[in-house]
């Protein structure tokens, strides 16, 4: 039984591992992306990282996580937004580099994978992982395989429009998506523009940093705390939220919603905000046993997940 190598490559930080035959992790070796390096610079501090990691031991197969659109029939990754990497032929690159049999997919895929195959999803036969972070991805696991769809956009729940908008959403459209409304990005914006305007109600708020500097980790933790200002505009936030998971409750009735990525830091007060919303739109008509659950393996779920992609290469499933 070979062992296996799977990479996460991400906007702020990449990661290589080795995983045993049952997709343990035994190393990672990680650092910070660099933008101004490119692709050549990752593809080269990857060269690196899974020549140490493979040293002595039999690889067969790679997996990759990558964190932009990934054209799953032809094994490219289409990224508009990094440059150097729109229409290459990664898997191919991996094949050539290394002499190993490679799959990749987006880092929302990957990330479903993962906590279906080794975190919070296990057991399930359906399940939805959303990935709550800097932008909203989705991957969608039926019958126990992941759903990829006909062009392998299947699961962009962050890309469902919700509302009219002004504001443009990163997928270009003024559509008022989940994305533009409920990610760590949205919640940036909101908690700005509101202590900007509105510095008197902001109050609690300010005291934690200037208007310009506020996240959404300084506006979860005055929610935490019982400021009303900041309660109101995380739990708008999360009542959109809640709409598009509403939505994937109606479309699939998955066993689990899993919830990951930065966004997920604020735990079960997340989780709580989620259900206060669902709570309005509760019908006698739908049971809604769907679980909604924190991920397990935190920023390692699309790691795992690459390591899944490898484990099936080498022994379908
Ligand atoms: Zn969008």
């Known amino acids: 039984m070979h062992h296996l190598i799977a990479i ?35 593809l080269d501090q990857l060269r690196e990282r899974v020549d140490a990691l493979r040293r002595e031991t039999e690889i067969g ?62 057991g399930t036969e359906s399940m939805v992982y959303l990935t709550l972070s800097t932008g909203i991805g989705g991957g969608i696991i039926c019958h126990g395989r992941l759903h990829r769809g006909r062009d392998g956009m299947a699961g962009e729940i962050g890309h469902i429009p919700l509302t009219h908008s002004e504001r443009t959403c990163t997928c270009g459209l003024k559509s008022g998506c989940t994305e533009s409304l409920a990610s760590g990005r949205a919640l940036d914006q909101k908690v700005r523009e509101f202590a900007a305007h509105h510095p008197r109600e902001a ?55 899993i919830l990951g990525g930065g966004v997920a830091g604020a735990g079960d007060f997340l989780v709580q905000s989620i259900h206060q919303s669902l709570r309005n739109w509760r019908s006698p008509m739908f049971p809604d046993t769907t679980e909604i659950v924190l991920a397990e393996l935190g920023d390692f779920a699309p790691l795992h997940g690459a390591a899944a992609l490898a484990m099936d290469m080498v022994r379908p499933c």
């Open 203 to 257: 109050v609690e708020l300010l005291k934690l940093g200037k208007a310009e500097n506020l996240t959404a980790r300084e506006l979860v933790g005055a929610a935490r705390e019982g400021d009303p200002a900041a309660e109101t505009i995380f739990q708008e936030a999360m009542e959109w939220l809640a709409r598009a998971l509403l939505i994937t409750i109606r479309l699939l009735d998955p066993d689990k919603i």
């Open 8 to 42: 996460d490559i991400g906007g702020t930080r990449f990661r290589a591992g080795l995983f045993d035959p049952e997709g343990r992790r035994l190393a990672v070796l990680e650092d910070k992306t660099s933008h101004s390096g490119g692709r050549d610079w990752m």
């Open 61 to 122: 197969a790679c997996g990759v996580s990558f964190g932009g659109p990934v054209d799953f029939k032809s094994q490219r990754v289409t990224s508009v937004h990094t440059p150097g990497w729109r229409n290459f032929a990664l898997a191919e690159w991996v094949e050539n580099t290394f002499g190993l049999p490679c799959r990749v997919d987006n880092d929302a895929n990957c990330g479903a994978l993962g906590e279906h195959r080794f975190g919070a999803g296990r």
